[in-house]
């Protein structure tokens, strides 16, 4: 009897609400605002940008959420513009340079070191999976005959290796922030091929990781004089994902990029526009980001592959013909943020605050109790468990299978206040639903994961 209440408050604990948020204007870079490329937020407070030269090299630190900034530059040449970037932490980090250099630093940005030298290349972007294997992507040395800079580390980003069977270019390049993954073997990047009134370009994917085998799917699109980029891409399950283009092509495919086929575009959406970057939530039922820009920048999000759209408003400082947001990146599906760029150069963040959002008092507590949704989601085979404690109190955190089995205890202990982060690595479990269920000080909550190997 005990078995089945609690799997039937399981499966009530599943059903999914709809939620609304608020896009809000944070802040702009010190000093010459640059246009911002590349973004990387490691929590709420906790945010590196990668940014364009404006005489100097800009790579830019916050550590109280983009409230404020200080520029982290030591030992990069000068004048670089800097793409693609990855940070563990306020102090380790990673970032790519307009020519294919990757530099890192131990010491929050005071000193950084060059750990991969390269000429006529181009980063696109940097991801670490964990704190040892990451993973590289970056424009072939030349634009056709050469492979694309397809790369790996295996220790923390202090060398990188070209993966021996990187795709060939042929009139193409990569595309800054194109790319997505659900973990290190199943990618996707995007290109964008060069050739004037293009109506095609090629869509790259792995099952088997970076050092794997490499396919891709040319998929039509509408060109103009400097060709066609799929330059957005989201995906929410090994199945599920959208592309877009920048002739504003917007297409889903639900067989893992096999094959994909256009949607409907959202309503109020006309005239000559471009796709400028996507965000996915992972999951079943996760949701994606379109960014787009025309007549004005547009965000958009859909929770069905495009079957239907939402519009979500962005701050004033965000809309216009000569901006557009660049890059999107959720913590959860209720914190999250996005950096502007455009041909004003006048980088900007952005911040999404859902109704689901764990808030803070001014000593920076949680004011209720929370329990988020892990991220990944789906994952293989860790992933990250967060949840807000107002109070400091004895904490149990465990997980169950899909028959209310207790498969493993992950927290059960005294815990401070605050807002909690627990690492999740379910390698001994089968792929499969399981739930995890928090009980803290009367509180308790109920979410569902999802085991995908």
């Not at 040892?132 to 800079?149: L, V």
């Not at 000559?272 to 007549?295: C, E, P």
């Not at 739930?435 to 994961?449: E, L, P, S, V």
Request: proline share 3%; glycine share 12%.
């Amino acid at each position: 009897m005990k078995k089945l209440l609690l799997i039937l408050f399981l499966l009530i604990s599943t059903i999914t609400y709809s939620q609304t948020g608020t896009w809000t204007f944070v802040s702009r870079l010190p000093g010459t605002n640059p246009s911002i490329n590349s973004f990387y937020a490691v929590d709420a407070n906790t945010i590196w940008v990668a940014a364009a030269a404006s005489g100097t090299s800009n790579v830019y630190l916050s550590t109280n959420g983009g409230l404020n900034w200080v520029l982290r530059n030591g030992g990069i040449e000068a004048a670089k513009d800097m793409y693609g970037i990855f940070a563990f932490d306020a102090n380790t980090a990673l970032v790519g340079s307009g020519d294919g250099d990757i530099y890192k630093t131990t010491n929050g940005g005071l000193n950084w070191t060059k750990v991969l030298d390269l000429t006529n290349s181009f980063t696109d972007g940097i991801y670490m999976f964990n704190t040892n294997y990451g993973i590289y992507y970056a424009d072939p040395t030349s634009q056709s005959g050469q492979p694309y800079q397809f790369r790996i580390t295996t220790n923390g980003g202090n060398n990188w290796i070209l993966a021996p069977n990187a795709p060939t270019s042929s009139t193409e390049f990569g595309v800054i922030n194109a790319w997505d993954w659900i973990d290190s073997s199943h990618v996707w990047i995007g290109s964008a091929n060069t050739t004037a009134s293009s109506t095609s370009a090629k869509v790259y994917r792995t099952t088997t990781g970076f050092f794997g085998s490499w396919l891709n799917t040319s998929v039509t699109g509408t060109g103009g004089s400097s060709g066609c980029y799929y330059q957005a891409i989201a995906f929410t399950t090994l199945l599920n994902g959208m592309i877009g283009s920048s002739g504003g092509d917007v297409k889903k495919t639900t067989d893992g990029g096999v094959t994909y086929s256009a949607v409907t575009l959202p309503s109020g959406l006309t005239g000559s526009f471009a796709v400028i970057t996507m965000n996915s939530i992972k999951g079943a039922n996760g949701t994606i980001r379109m960014s787009t820009q025309g007549d004005t920048s547009r965000l958009f999000k859909t929770t069905n592959l495009g079957t239907t759209w939402v519009r979500e408003f962005l701050p004033t400082q965000a809309i216009d013909s000569s901006r557009q947001v660049q890059h999107i990146q959720f913590l959860n599906d209720g914190i999250g943020f996005a950096i502007l760029g455009g041909t004003d150069a006048r980088g900007g963040l952005i911040k999404y605050t859902g109704t689901n959002a764990i808030s803070n008092n001014n000593n920076g507590v949680p004011t209720e109790f929370k329990l988020e949704q892990n991220f990944p989601n789906p994952f293989n085979p860790s992933t990250t468990i967060r949840f807000a404690l107002p109070k400091t109190g004895f904490v149990t955190l465990k997980v169950y299978d899909a028959i209310g089995k207790e498969v493993e205890t992950l927290v059960s202990e005294n815990m401070n206040a605050g807002l909690q982060e627990i690492s999740y690595d379910a390698s001994k479990l089968n792929s499969g639903i399981y739930f995890y269920r928090i009980y803290a000080n009367g509180f308790t909550d109920t979410k569902k994961m999802v085991l995908v190997k």
